[in-house]
């Protein structure tokens, strides 16, 4: 993939987003409706990250037609993951997706640890399953805070660019590798919401509309206030909260209850090569 194709990838991935809500009936996530503008240029701007770092890990397939799927990945240090992996809905089940997986793959090489945010398409759970990860099942929190459960949090302060070397320090011991120059993407599209003293460190980056998009701590109490803060800046309509906990993670299913929001099973967190992150709740583009 060059530069050249992230508009037809931008198109092609929003076609393709798997929408057989089995699960809820009614949270719209990944993506039921279309993206709006807004979010098709964060997520250019995301790709195009990727497509400038990784370029040997972002691959787009393509016939006499067009394009006709994609997929982007990323190596920091000794971790791999996959960010966005795309066939369009016709030519799916048709070896597209293991071509452009396999090639994706080859940027893994030299890395020991492996990490994909999966949805729940079951073609996508059969390739990874058969690309050796192990698949842990994940919930969502979704719905409207109830602004009366939220605690005080005099721990947690906004966070600015300096903070990005020791998020590194707790993204290494979490999940064995930093986030790197990803935080400069996360810092434009994102709230860093921060915690470091001395009974732990952490920190959020938080949807602007509320809930956590990427959380990583040293211990729960801190991620507890981390999700709390992320919770806090949430409107009154409900939405999506927070995305791929796993069973263990029970610290933001706590606070998913104390906040009265629905919880969800919904896709997968796949890992290669390491024990789950703890605590932690993946972004899914950059894990
Ligand atoms: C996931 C995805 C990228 C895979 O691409 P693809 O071109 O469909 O993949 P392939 O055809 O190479 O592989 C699909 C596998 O699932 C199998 N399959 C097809 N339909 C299936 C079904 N309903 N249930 C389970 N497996 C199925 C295929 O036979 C194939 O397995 P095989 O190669 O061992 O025979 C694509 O299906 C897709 O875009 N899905 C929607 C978006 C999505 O959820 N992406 C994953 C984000 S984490």
Same mark, same amino acid.
């Given at each position: 993939? !060059?530069?050249? %194709?992230?508009? #037809? /990838?931008?198109?092609?991935? %929003?076609?393709?987003?798997?929408?057989?809500?089995?699960?809820?009936?009614?949270?719209?996530?990944?993506?039921?409706?279309?993206? $709006?503008? #807004?979010?098709?240029?964060?997520?250019? =701007?995301? +790709?195009?990250?990727?497509?400038?770092?990784? /370029?040997?890990? +972002? @691959?787009?397939?393509? %016939?006499d037609s067009g394009p006709l799927g994609i997929a982007t990945s990323l190596r920091r240090q000794s971790w791999w993951g996959l960010s966005s992996y795309f066939v369009l809905p016709q030519t799916q089940g048709t070896g597209v997706g293991r071509a452009l997986l396999d090639a994706a793959l080859r940027h893994a090489d030299g890395t020991d640890r492996a990490m994909i945010c999966a949805s729940h398409d079951p073609k996508a759970f059969r390739r990874y399953r058969l690309a050796g990860f192990a698949m842990h099942p994940?919930?969502?929190?979704?719905?409207?805070?109830?602004?009366?459960a939220i605690p005080a949090l005099p721990r947690v302060r906004d966070g600015a660019g300096r903070d990005a070397e020791w998020c590194d320090e707790v993204d290494r011991e979490a999940r064995g590798a930093?986030?790197?120059?990803?935080?400069? &993407?996360?810092?434009?599209?994102?709230?860093?919401? &921060?915690?470091?003293? $001395?009974?732990?460190?952490?920190? +959020?980056?938080?949807?602007?509309?509320?809930? !956590?998009?990427?959380?990583?701590?040293?211990?729960?109490? !801190?991620? !507890?206030?981390?999700? @709390?803060? $992320?919770?806090?800046?949430?409107?009154?309509?409900?939405?999506? =909260?927070?995305?791929?906990?796993? /069973?263990?993670q029970e610290w933001a299913v706590d606070v998913a209850i104390a906040a009265r929001l629905e919880l969800h099973g919904r896709g997968y967190l796949a890992y290669r090569g390491m024990p789950p992150a703890m605590p932690y709740l993946p972004s899914a583009h950059f894990m």
């Amino acid at each position: 993939m !060059t530069l050249d %194709d992230v508009d #037809a /990838a931008e198109r092609l991935t %929003d076609e393709a987003s798997y929408d057989l809500d089995v699960a809820t009936q009614r949270v719209d996530w990944p993506t039921a409706a279309r993206r $709006s503008a #807004a979010r098709s240029a964060l997520w250019r =701007r995301r +790709c195009a990250h990727l497509v400038e770092h990784d /370029a040997g890990g +972002c @691959w787009i397939a393509e %016939d006499d037609s067009g394009p006709l799927g994609i997929a982007t990945s990323l190596r920091r240090q000794s971790w791999w993951g996959l960010s966005s992996y795309f066939v369009l809905p016709q030519t799916q089940g048709t070896g597209v997706g293991r071509a452009l997986l396999d090639a994706a793959l080859r940027h893994a090489d030299g890395t020991d640890r492996a990490m994909i945010c999966a949805s729940h398409d079951p073609k996508a759970f059969r390739r990874y399953r058969l690309a050796g990860f192990a698949m842990h099942p994940t919930m969502l929190g979704w719905g409207s805070v109830d602004r009366s459960a939220i605690p005080a949090l005099p721990r947690v302060r906004d966070g600015a660019g300096r903070d990005a070397e020791w998020c590194d320090e707790v993204d290494r011991e979490a999940r064995g590798a930093g986030h790197g120059v990803d935080h400069i &993407v996360m810092r434009e599209q994102y709230d860093l919401h &921060v915690v470091d003293d $001395s009974a732990g460190r952490g920190y +959020c980056y938080a949807w602007p509309s509320g809930g !956590t998009y990427l959380l990583a701590a040293t211990d729960t109490d !801190t991620a !507890t206030d981390l999700l @709390w803060a $992320s919770l806090a800046q949430a409107s009154d309509e409900p939405d999506v =909260r927070f995305v791929y906990a796993t /069973a263990e993670q029970e610290w933001a299913v706590d606070v998913a209850i104390a906040a009265r929001l629905e919880l969800h099973g919904r896709g997968y967190l796949a890992y290669r090569g390491m024990p789950p992150a703890m605590p932690y709740l993946p972004s899914a583009h950059f894990m």
